[in-house]
């Protein structure tokens, strides 16, 4: 089978890692990939929202599977961009429904359907310019600290955290009144905050079925001891340790069965990954958001540790066989460590050099912002790459993620040396 990978980053080097390794896989495409995937398959220069150009490609290079990376051509409908397509429409495509998208591309569209299935979440109400007084009123009836989200795609920027009500009352202006994030802001959701610690778990569904695939914690802020500006995600770990088989059952019980009921109910087409980020409040799972994608850096972590053939998984979604399919998960404990530029998440330089990777033996090396520019492998982005380990322990693990790092080079190179500090 001949697959086509869309997305650049980490995540889609992980995918494209496994899916390489699949006796299933006779031709592997990544649009545009990094210069990791060019080792793997071919890189095609293709932005992941231009569907003309990705049908010319498919039709062109007859594949038969699109696994979608990220979030944008999800929510900017490219699965039903190939439904309404006579010459597409018999390729699989991995992700949900425009509509299904809509679980990430609007917060109050993801509230509204887990208050509708009664799915543990945070109380809210949602806000425009037009009734911006009842959301100083709203945010009056709750304790600091504040938490507004701007409804849609806002790059991992859209959401704040305050602990002054005068700071809080302004920013909500700001969002919507001002377009602070542009139209992502022009509905804010005002939630209550939970506090506890967060974890990730992801599903993989044909829209009947599902399969539970490993859990995950990222780590977010650019700062050690989670400090300083929100990230991509600076690293995670798989599994989570406080996450054992009777927490992940209620998990499953009380979030993951209803979520996928509830599309059914709704008749929402959904054939892909449900990223849902959690907090564990006092033993209680809430569920803080939805992603319809996996998440990066914890794709990195979380694919590894399937030991079974991830094509054959994905090609039970294709011909009606996903329910009968083996998912085999490792014990090991997987840790990433991501390098980032110097600036970021701000403003930050590409194009610097990058030596040491053929040094790294004990980890497994996903090229996030990288380019191949004539045989060198340069910085392309702001985290550049996820150095992925094993361990029986997650100390092992770390260890040698760090081992790893500091054999790699590049002009700024920075990295986080606590990550799973809190576990």
Not at 213 to 232: C, Q, V
Not at 372 to 378: E, L, Q, Y
């Amino acid at each position: 089978m001949n697959v086509l990978i869309l997305g650049s980053g980490g995540r889609e080097h992980a995918f494209a890692w496994k899916i390489a390794k699949s006796s299933l896989c006779k031709k592997l495409l990544v649009a545009p990939g990094n210069a990791g995937t060019g080792e793997l398959g071919t890189n095609i220069d293709i932005d992941v929202n231009d569907f003309d150009k990705i049908k010319e490609l498919v039709l062109t290079e007859e594949i038969r599977m699109v696994v979608v990376g990220p979030e944008d051509p999800l929510v900017n409908g490219i699965y039903d961009f190939f439904k309404a397509d006579e010459a597409l429409k018999d390729i699989t495509l991995i992700g949900p429904s425009k509509e299904g998208a809509q679980l990430e591309g609007s917060k109050e569209f993801a509230k509204q359907f887990m208050f509708r299935h009664n799915i543990p979440t945070a109380k809210y109400q949602a806000f425009t310019k037009e009734n911006l007084a009842e959301g100083y009123a709203f945010l009056e009836s709750l304790e600091a600290p504040y938490v507004l989200k701007a409804d849609g795609l806002a790059a991992g920027k859209g959401v704040l955290i305050l602990n002054d009500l005068q700071k809080a009352k302004d920013e909500l202006k700001a969002m919507v009144a001002d377009a602070k994030f542009g139209t992502a802001s022009s509905t804010v959701v005002i939630e209550e905050f939970l506090d506890g610690i967060e974890l990730s778990v992801f599903v993989l569904t044909d829209g009947e079925s599902y399969k539970m695939l490993p859990s995950a914690k990222d780590y977010k802020k650019i700062g050690e001891g989670d400090t300083g500006l929100n990230t991509g995600g600076m690293g995670a770990i798989s599994p989570v340790q406080f996450a054992d088989r009777f927490y992940i059952e209620k998990v499953e019980r009380e979030i993951i069965k209803p979520t996928v009921e509830g599309l059914k109910k709704d008749n929402i087409t959904y054939q892909g990954f449900i990223f849902i980020g959690l907090i564990n409040v006092k033993g209680e799972p809430k569920v803080i958001e939805y992603n319809v994608r996996m998440g990066d850096p914890e794709t990195e972590v979380v694919i590894p540790r399937i030991k079974s053939d991830f094509l054959n998984l994905l090609q039970g979604i294709r011909d009606g066989t996903f329910s009968e399919k083996d998912l085999e998960i490792t014990d090991e404990v997987a840790t990433t460590v991501m390098l980032v530029s110097g600036g970021y998440p701000e403003a930050y330089e590409k194009g610097k050099e990058i030596t040491g990777i053929e040094e790294v033996e004990e980890s497994i090396v996903f090229h996030a912002g990288t380019k191949n520019n004539n045989g060198t492998v340069k910085t392309n982005g702001g985290r550049v790459i996820a150095l992925t380990s094993f361990g029986e322990t997650m100390e092992d693990a770390l260890e040698k993620s760090f081992d790893s790092a500091d054999k790699i080079s590049f002009e700024g190179k920075y990295y986080r040396k606590d990550i799973g500090f809190d576990l």
